[in-house]
Structures are given as C-alpha cells and as structure tokens.
C-alpha cells in the first residue's frame, strides 16, 4: 500500500478538527475536487492534500470517511466506534444527483424511505420509523420537511440507539447532515442541472479569507422542478452564508445563518385493493384526490454559533448554540380506502396540519485526554440545554361543506367537488406546546492497551413537556426523567481489524415522535423504551477502502395497546424487535473503481400486539428481509468516469397490519462523468435505467407511492 497516503491518513486522523494553530491548519492544500472524475493514483490522492480533515471532524477520502466526532462527541477513527457508522460524503451525491436526501440514502445498508405523507423526509432504521431523528452537526432538526444537500458536507447514518449522545429517541438510529464551513480556501463553485419533468437547479459555493484569522463562504440554492407524479411540482430555494473567526491561537468561532423555503404539491400515491397495489404499473402518474387543495410549504430561519477553546490545562470546550424557526403547513386530499371489488369506486378524505414550531438549543462539551499509568483517557462530559414551543393544528376537509368524503371512479379519480377545512372538535387536534429539556452526560474512552478499547457512559434527561388545548385551555402536562446507559468494547488484534461490541438504549416520551398534544392517557403513559445488544466487525483493507459487518437484536417496548376498557387510555404491553445483520463497503477499491453500499438483513417483527390488526407474529411495515445497494465509480480515462448503482429489496407490507404486500423489486442507476477541463465537469444520471415498475414505499396500506420511471438528469459542475 502506498506509504505516502498511509501517512497522510495518519497524520488526519492524529489532528482531528480542533485547531491549535488554526492559521496553519488552514494553509493545508484543498481537499480533492469533487468535480473530478479522472483515474486517481494513490500517490496523487496524497499530494493533491486528501483525505482531507472537514467539519465536525470529518477525515474524507472519495466515499469513504475515516473519522468523524458524531458518534462519541470526540474526534475518534470509525474503526475505533463500537457502532454501526455509514457516511454519505459529498463526492458520493454530487456523483449520484438525487434530489431528496432520503432518496439519496438509499445506498445506505439497511435504510428504507418512508413516504411521510408526501409532505415531509420520514426513515425506517433497524425496523424502526421516524420523522423527527434528524439532526444537524449533533443539534436536533426535527421539524417534518424535506431537507436539500446544497450547503452539506457529507450525511452520517448512525445505527442503534444512543441516547448518550443525542438524547430522547433515536431508536434505530439517527441521520446527521454536518453543514459545510467557511474554512480558509478559496471556493468559487457553480453547479447547473436539469432534466426530465421539467427539473431545474442551480446552486453556487462561494468561499475565501477576508483576512488571515477571518474566514466567509455562502453556499445558495434555487429549483423549479417538476415530478414524474401527475400535478407534481415543486419551488425551494436557500442561502446560508458562514463564517470563522479566528480568535487566538487556541480559540474559534463559527456563525452560521440559513433561511431555506420549500413549497410543493404534496402526493399521497396510489390505494389498495386484493391487497395489494391497485393497478399500479398503470398508475406511476395518476393522482387520486383533488388537484386544487394540496399544498404544503416550510420556511426556515436557522442560526447557530459554535465555540472551540484549548484551555491551558488541556481540557477542550466545543459549545454550540442553535436557534430555528419554522413555519410549517400543508393540505392533503388522498385515497381514503382500499378500491372496492368490483374496481368502480374508492373514496377520497383530506386534512390540513399547521406544524410551526421554534428550537432553542445549547451543547456543551468538554474533553480531556490523560493517562493513568500506561492507560489512555479520552473524557467526555457535558450538558444540553433545550426548549421548544409550537403549534400543532388540524382540520379535516369536508366536500361540498358536508361530507367527510367523496367517491370517485378509480379510473377516473381527480375530484373537484369544493372543498372546506374544519376543527372537528374532537380528533383534531389545536393546541401549543412547551418542551423544557436538560440534559447531562459523561463518557469516557478508555485504550487499555494498542488491542482493546471501552467506552461507557451514562446520560441524564428532564424532559418537561406541556400542551395547552385551545379550545378548553385545558394544560395536560407531564415530567420524565431518564437515564441512559452505554457501554461498548473495541478489540483489535491489527491496527487496521477491529472487533466489537456494544449495549446502548434510548427512550421516546408518551408525547411520541412528534411533539404536539397531551391526553389524559398520554399522561400516564410511561415513555418507549429501546435496546440495542450489537457485535460487529471493521476491517481497512487499505488506507481507503473499509468494509464493516454488524449484527444485532433491537428491543422496543412499553408501545401503547388502546385499552378497550377505557377510550383514549392504554395499555403498555406492545412490544417488536429487530434482529438483523448488515455489510458495508466504501472507498477506493482499486485506484479506478470506488464503490459505496452494502447488504442487509433484517427480521423486525410484532412480539405483542399494538392494535388490534398489528399482532404478535406480523413483519413491521416496509421493512424487507433481504436488501442489497450498491454503487460503483470507474475512472475509465483520466478524463471518463461510469457510475453503475444497483438498488434490490425482497418484499414488503405497507404497514404492520400485514394486509398489504408489497412486491420485491431491483433497480439499475447510471452516471456518466466527462472532465471538460480543470475546471469543467458535465455529468447525466439516469435513475431506474430498465424503466422498472415498483411500488417506492408507502404511508399505509392505501397511500402507496409508485418508483419513479426512467429519469435523466444532467449537470454541469464548474470551478473557477
């Protein structure tokens, strides 16, 4: 293996992120382009200056991420995290051009895309659904809206729960998007892509010094695209302008402002009937409901400031302050059932949701490195500050002023029938909430020796939530407080092999996934729990290409049984688990060929009953035995790359009912790459390249969404 990279891994890996010259750091040669597409040697991948040290601790080289701080708060190796890690770096998608970041994670092993009503970014992790487990560089983000790439360095998948370092949920695991930053070089980027359905984006990346201790980047988005679905459309557009401030040899701070909008037309898919999809490879495009009433928009203020200080006893302070803002609504009209027998009737329902809420968060952390004896010490603690208030309001759709629904023809399933929005008074819900949160934490990381590691922790949550219905003015409220354990062991016999295993939990409050209102029997209710029992295996076969296998049992109980005995109460006896195992590949596996993805096998099931039609024994929704993603980048010439990704899943069932299935499907994806120039690149992706008819995912058993057909793209990436 070339020595040059060996070293320069090394040497990343030492560094990490803290800067204690940040002058110098600094100085270091760029990262390597992602705008390159020629055959890369290995000695050029080290005197072009990658692996590259980026945000958050990020040590990058291609596809492959060796270091990260996300899953301990400290700058730690991959190899050396006793958990199942998968990084999307930003040469990955720019090299794959998918427009959602669920879409684009779909190369992750083990990650399943759930429709979130067609409003919104919604996860299936180890079996379980989320829509509120996204984070931003270790700061919650979970607002439901679907969230771009353009101001993005890389998207961290971590799997299992760890509530150590991120607090309440997270039961499958959570998805870290760790934002770009102005770090000294000197950026000039524009990227401008189109295609099918009338896609169009353009967005810029702009950074330089303004001195030798001040640092500015702007990074900037606009799209105007349709979808391949019929009435799809959609408008967002985005800035987000940062900057570094060097303050003194040991310190620095970064400010970061983003205000991002995104309105389109929200597409609730397709319904049932026999179960299974209705006719759905003649209903890639079809709507069911009424073109004129749905809509949904975000608009977003987000500010955040991160401090970085070298005390003079050693000890390191990462502080970070983050305020969001969001204003959130949408409207819905969508298949209400299954089509009838006969294939001459299906109803159509609807909603409106205003979701607007406001985040105030505070991290700090504090490391210190010592030794007792000959044992190395990596200490961790710290505490989280939080609060979060909002407003959740629903109104159903009535048709004609009247009716809850209307009937159409599945043939022929627009409606046009006038549509209002009511506050039934009774299932909708209209209330604001508080959430008051504080959090402490301790970690430490322990090398026995160069062959065996330990890291264990313990975490301690207040979560005091409130909601105020505003229509009785009646405050439901309720105190949780939890504590968190995690424990994990790392052995090495090789400095590049590593083996291990670790024990993790988390919790999710009675108020669910989604902050919002308080019942009675939601009072009452004590909180989720989850537990993860993991062993695994990391393997650097060279400097720059990894492979990982993990294999785990998944516990999540206390789920809530409606209490037939009591309406609106419940019974804490529902219980799944997931068991499962994953392979991981990425990097450079020659020095032409990358590759990014894996297989995995999950077996996530019912082990008491959470309704009455989700018993013990039913597979969990969506979630497939068997799936393989695997994306592969061949340098062909220096100047000719071919992307060639393949995407396959075995069965599924809309939701845990089971009543549904869902077909199994394969999918091709294609990328050509052409270096015009140094500065120049032009790139076509094709997307489902056999032009497959599938069913993508789901909501429930009638709000199936079809895969997109055959899609072209094209871009055109230049540096200057």
């Known amino acids: ?44 991948l080290a005197v072009e200056g990658s692996p590259a040290t980026g945000p958050q601790g990020g040590v990058t080289v291609g596809y492959l991420t060796k270091q990260t701080r996300s899953a301990t708060k400290t700058n730690t190796p991959l190899l050396d995290t006793p958990q199942s890690v998968t990084v999307v770096t930003r040469e990955q998608f720019t090299d794959q ?26 996860a299936i992790i180890r079996g379980q659904s989320t829509s509120a487990d996204f984070f931003v560089n270790g700061v919650r983000d979970d607002v439901q809206y679907y969230r771009d790439l353009y101001n993005v360095d890389r998207v961290e998948v971590l799997k299992g ?17 760790v934002l770009k930053e102005a770090d000294g070089l000197r950026v000039r980027e524009v990227t401008a892509g189109g295609g ?93 409901g009424s073109p004129d009433v749905n809509f949904t928009k975000v608009d977003a203020n987000i500010a955040t400031a991160i401090l970085d200080h070298r005390f003079d006893s050693g000890v390191e302070l990462h502080s970070q302050f983050r305020f969001a803002d969001y204003d959130r609504f949408y409207r819905n009209t969508l298949p209400g059932s299954a089509v009838n027998a006969a294939g001459t009737a299906v109803t159509i329902t609807g909603y409106r949701n205003e979701t607007d809420r406001t985040n105030y968060f505070n991290q700090n952390d504090f490391t210190y490195k010592f030794l007792t004896g000959d044992i190395k010490h990596t200490l961790l603690g710290g ?212 590759i990014a993805g894996g297989y995995a096998y999950t077996d996530a099931r019912i082990e008491s009953a959470t309704s009455a039609v989700i018993v013990a024994g039913n597979k969990v929704g969506l979630v497939p035995f068997n799936s393989v993603s695997l994306w592969n980048k061949f340098a062909v010439t220096p100047e000719f790359s071919i992307g060639i990704g393949y995407i396959y899943q075995t069965h599924t069932f809309a939701s845990s009912d089971d009543t549904v299935r869902l077909p199994g499907y394969n999918r091709f994806d294609l990328g050509l790459f052409y270096q015009i120039n140094e500065s120049t690149r032009a790139q076509v992706n094709i997307e489902n390249v056999l032009d497959r008819r599938y069913i993508y995912t789901s909501d429930n058993n009638n709000n199936l969404t079809p895969g997109a057909p055959r899609t072209v793209r094209a871009q055109v990436i230049v540096r200057f």
């Open 1 to 44: 293996m070339n020595q040059a990279i060996e070293t320069r891994l090394a040497g990343c890996l030492l560094a990490g992120t803290f800067l204690t010259a940040p002058s110098q750091v600094h100085a270091q040669p760029a990262p390597i382009p992602v705008v390159s597409a020629q055959a890369v040697t290995l000695d050029q």
């Open 97 to 122: 051009n998918f427009q959602n970041l669920t879409d684009q994670l779909r190369y992750v092993p083990g990650f399943i895309p759930a429709q979130g009503e067609g409003n919104r970014d919604q």
């Open 161 to 177: 729960p760890d509530s150590l370092i991120f607090g309440r949920g997270g039961g499958g695991g959570v998805i870290n998007r």
């Open 196 to 288: 099918q359905f009338g896609d169009k984006r353009l967005t810029f990346d702009v950074g330089d010094r303004i001195s030798d201790s001040a640092f500015f980047r702007l990074n900037g988005l606009f799209e105007d695209s349709g979808t391949y679905r019929q009435f799809g459309e959609l408008t967002r557009y985005g800035f987000n302008p940062t900057m570094t401030f060097l303050l003194g040899p040991q310190t620095t701070l970064k400010l970061s402002y983003e205000y991002f909008h995104d309105d389109r037309f929200p597409d609730r898919g397709i319904p049932s009937q026999f179960g299974r999809a209705y006719n759905y490879r003649n209903n890639i495009r079809t709507f069911f």
């Open 383 to 594: 505490f989280e500050l939080g609060y979060q208030e909002g407003l959740v309001f629903r109104e159903s759709a009535f048709f004609n002023g009247v009716a809850s629904s209307v009937v159409v023809n599945p043939l022929a399933p627009l409606t046009r029938v006038p549509v209002v929005f009511r506050n039934n008074g009774t299932t909708d819900a209209s209330a604001r909430y508080d959430l008051g949160l504080a959090a402490v934490y301790l970690q430490d990381q322990i090398d026995l020796n160069p062959y065996v590691q330990i890291v264990g922790g313990l975490r301690y949550d207040h979560f005091d939530f409130a909601s105020t219905d505003r229509r009785t003015l009646v405050t439901n409220a309720r105190v949780d407080d939890l504590v968190s354990p995690r424990a994990g062991l790392v052995i090495k016999p090789l400095q590049n092999l590593a083996f291990y295993g670790s024990y993790s939990v988390s919790y999710l409050p009675s108020s669910g996934d989604q902050i919002g209102t308080l019942t009675p029997g939601l009072i009452i209710a004590q909180p989720e729990r989850f537990q993860n029992l993991e062993v695994g295996a990391k393997y650097d076969v060279t400097p720059t290409f990894q492979l990982t296998a993990a294999g785990y049992t998944l516990d999540r109980t206390n789920q809530r049984l409606p209490d037939p005995n009591r309406a609106g109460f419940f019974i804490l006896s529902g219980k799944t688990n997931a068991q499962g195992f994953e392979l991981g590949a990425n990097g450079y596996l020659t020095e032409w060929w990358q």
